[in-house]
């Protein structure tokens, strides 16, 4: 889940690590749902001697060495899909990515049945893909079919769990746009189906087509009862809050707060009580943004936990001077359910129990954590700074 919505002079996202492109104009938007014939017949015309691919280092991943064309005409041939490393040599992340993530094994496993593509978005062959594409950051990582139609990005730096997990979503068609088309074909008054395609195609650089697809929620449910419905509700009450914002310079929070306790679908009481919650940390209001995640954290489903509870609880350890026993406890609580979830969630939740003076239990945590995954730094670092505290 992504508790992101435009807010013009008010920004409410939780971005995954990356470097924001230099102040250079737009890199260009791609149709999400059309083949980029453009950027295709560009890179046609561009320099060929050497392939758009200049990896930043090995790792573990076969990389394809031919160009953005022959990328496509092989993964039609083979019925495979292309993943697409977009990176620069100044991006900070992007090194991280090559080293942390591609350098494993696993990682070179999951990604070995696609045709793999690592592009300078700003190599004078790479920049002719690149603007094809919309590129927030870097490194921008896009999955594309051999039709050339983009199907998903992976947003930003990832350790090497947390990119298996996307790949394979990936590779199972979920949330991908053909997977979401799919869902959609089979019973179109799938309205979540709908409503996550148009926060895909939106995310994909096609606003045009998201619209067809909230207009076709609209018209299926004008009385607001479903959960796609509410959700797109809550988002133009946020939009009028961050209108108001603009004007005045007051955050008034009054009209979105009534709507979300008069919620009765807890899907979207969370997603409004965490847009709300980063919104004041972004204006440092830690009072208003712990109250935020705790009432998120109350309406917060059983099978959304796992991607809230990591979220709230790296957010209130980033506030740790400002928190109460109760804003400690909830660090806790969320960060327990996925503590055996990978070396970064096993750290997370060390952390939290450090934040609340379990220094014991935050050792004993660490030191099983250490014990199964023995080549992660992060660990390594994390408990001899522990047991120096200690």
């Avoid at 592009?119 to 594309?144: C, H, R, Y």
């Avoid at 189906?193 to 939106?202: G, H, M, P, S, V």
Wanted: hydrophobic fraction near 45%; charge should be negative.
């Amino acid at each position: 889940m992504a508790w992101t919505v435009p807010l013009g002079g008010l920004q409410s996202s939780d971005p995954a690590p990356h470097t924001p492109p230099p102040d250079r104009g737009p890199l260009g938007a791609q149709n999400a749902r059309k083949p980029m014939l453009i950027p295709l017949l560009l890179a046609s015309l561009a320099p060929s001697a050497a392939p758009a691919t200049a990896p930043l280092g090995g790792g573990k991943v076969a990389w394809f060495e031919g160009s953005y064309a022959d990328a496509l005409a092989k993964a039609k041939a083979e019925k495979k899909l292309i993943f697409i490393d977009f990176w620069t040599d100044w991006c900070g992340w992007c090194k991280r990515l090559d080293a942390d993530t591609f350098s494993q094994q696993e990682v070179g496993d999951v990604l070995k049945d696609l045709v793999c593509l690592s592009i300078d978005a700003e190599s004078e062959s790479g920049a002719v893909v690149a603007k094809g594409f919309v590129l927030q950051g870097f490194p921008a990582l896009m999955i594309v079919n051999g039709d050339g139609v983009v199907q998903d990005s992976i947003g930003g730096y990832l350790p090497p769990d947390g990119f298996v997990k996307e790949i394979e979503r990936v590779q199972r068609g979920e949330g991908t746009v053909g997977g979401l088309e799919t869902r959609i074909a089979a019973d179109p008054q799938d309205l979540d189906a709908r409503f996550e395609l148009a926060q895909k195609l939106e995310t994909l650089g096609d606003p045009g087509a998201a619209k067809v697809q909230l207009d076709a929620i609209k018209a299926a449910d004008p009385e607001g009862r479903s959960q796609a419905m509410r959700t797109i509700q809550l988002f133009d009450a946020v939009q009028a809050m961050a209108q108001a914002y603009g004007r005045t310079q007051e955050l008034d929070t009054a009209p979105v707060v009534a709507f979300l306790s008069a919620e009765k679908h807890p899907s979207v009481a969370t997603r409004g009580w965490m847009i709300l919650a980063n919104i004041h940390g972004q204006l440092e209001q830690p009072a208003e943004a712990t109250h935020a995640f705790q009432s998120a954290w109350k309406h917060c489903p059983a099978d959304e936990r796992a991607d809230v509870g990591p979220t709230i609880a790296n957010a209130l350890l980033s506030m740790a001077g400002s928190l109460t026993d109760a804003d400690k406890a909830l660090a806790l609580a969320a960060a327990e359910g996925t503590r055996d979830k990978g070396a970064n969630q096993a750290e997370l939740y060390a952390r939290c129990l450090h934040l609340n003076g379990k220094v014991a239990e935050a050792l004993s945590a660490l030191e099983g954590a250490v014990e199964l995954y023995p080549d992660n730094a992060k660990l390594q670092k994390r408990l001899k700074d522990f047991r120096t505290d200690v």
